[in-house]
């Protein structure tokens, strides 16, 4: 388990965070609530999110409440409660009757609104540990004690905070610059020929098209080609249309969104049962159309070198079908946390009082190191950032994978599932399973065990 808070010490690392967004933050959180010293930087003017509703599964909640119990709490303040806690899907095409439920658990998986929950995150936020309308441009890691961060507006970390940064972490999502620092251009997100419409419509106006008992928890309308997805988020019904489309992704400058309309939805919707056109009913005509990406074509190498690494979108951006990507983004800054937790420890004096009286290891066994050559500051970052890497890796690429072949069951493209619902409930259920049932706290202690075996000790 990670230790209660220090806040009597002062921190003997200071890890710069690049992105403000649901993984930034809460990786700050967690280092906050251990006592180690942080900056965020953000592009934004401020911490805000965009976007319509988000839900949070069984294994991002194990991670918030690890992280610091407020930061769960912070969810909980904002979350709608589940009229029912299954995962509903419908046969929209079809029959449009239920074809398969999945328990949540007790109030599991429960939505809330992007911009209330990070609202409430922020508000535990110091504010003299974020610094605004700072984008990053450039790292310079000198592979010793010293990393530099350099933004597009000219200035440098140092002139800031008045001292050197020994980590950074790019947070900064989908289109990281911090990843494109770390292991080039190459690794990009590509275009996964879907793209989607979402909003928040008020309860009274969904309850025109849904019924009470739909609108009150999470349901899905499967079907040829496209799906769609409503829950409850305080007095609005979230709804999230997905359309695939067999062309290429083309915004101007590059961008993921482009101005709808909705006629790409209504004509692939036209077709399908009354309950499952009446959704496409819901959203207003003039939208913004959101191409999902997700970097299964081009993934990153690798996730961490000498000082610097990348966690969340950064990292392994995926697609929004399996409601895990800000999920794994929170397992990412809670292994980062336990792992510098342990490093900020062993540079504690007090870890090198413990040494010099027990060299052959401390009364708890956190003290001495068997290699005749303590490593240094710079290499014990290197390696806890390295047991960062192994222990997220495999985990993160997976899910990617799985969302992409989540969102072809939906839309009745997976070949070995095609439109049958009992094969459909067995491998949807798996890999929802191999999500939620993740023993986060055991993550942390692999991490650890990794990182103490690289260190020798
Ligand atoms: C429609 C949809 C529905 C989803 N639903 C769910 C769900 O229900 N559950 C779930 O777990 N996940 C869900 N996801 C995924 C989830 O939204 C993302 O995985 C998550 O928001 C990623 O958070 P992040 O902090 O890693 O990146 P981001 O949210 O992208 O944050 C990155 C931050 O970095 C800043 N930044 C960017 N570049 C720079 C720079 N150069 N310098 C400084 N700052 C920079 C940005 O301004 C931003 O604040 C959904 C995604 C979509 C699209």
Known sequence: MLSPPDSTRSSRLHVAIVGGGITGVTLALGLLKRGIDFTIYERASGIKEIGAGVGFSPNAEEALKALDPRVHQAYKNVATPNGEDYFQWIDGYGSGEVIYKLYVGEQGFQGCRRSAFIEELAKLLPAENIRFSKEIDSIVDDGESKVELKFKDGTRETTDIGKSTRIAIGCDGIRSRVRDILVGKDYAASYTHKFCFRGLVPMEKAYEHVSRYRASTRFMYNGPNAHSITYPVGEFLNVLLVVSDPEPWQAPGGKHTAFGPKDAAVKAFEDWQPSARGIVDLLPNDLDKWAVF????????????????????????????????????????????????????????????????????????????????????????????????????????????????????????????????????????????????????????????????????
Do not use: C
Not at 411 to 420: I, L, R
């Open 294 to 457: 997700d970097m299964l074509e081009h993934p990153a190498p690798y996730y961490a070198r000498g000082s610097v690494a990348i966690a969340g979108d950064a990292a392994h951006a995926t697609g929004p079908h399996l409601g895990a990507g800000a999920g794994f983004g929170m397992e990412d800054a809670l292994a980062l946390v336990g792992l510098l937790e342990a490093v900020d420890r062993r540079l504690s004096p007090t870890f090198a009082t413990t040494k010099a009286l027990f060299p052959d290891g401390g009364p708890n066994g956190g003290g001495g190191q068997s290699s005749s050559k303590p490593a240094t500051k710079s290499e014990l970052v290197h390696k806890a950032l390295a047991a960062y890497q192994d222990i997220r890796y495999e985990r993160t690429q997976w899910l990617i994978k799985a969302t992409r072949e989540a969102s072809e069951m939906f839309q009745w493209q997976y070949e070995p599932v095609g439109n049958d619902p009992v094969k459909f409930g067995e491998e949807i259920t798996r890999r929802f399973y191999q999500i939620w049932n993740y023993d986060v706290h055991g993550m942390v202690r692999d991490a650890l065990e990794d990182f103490h075996g690289r260190i020798g000790s």
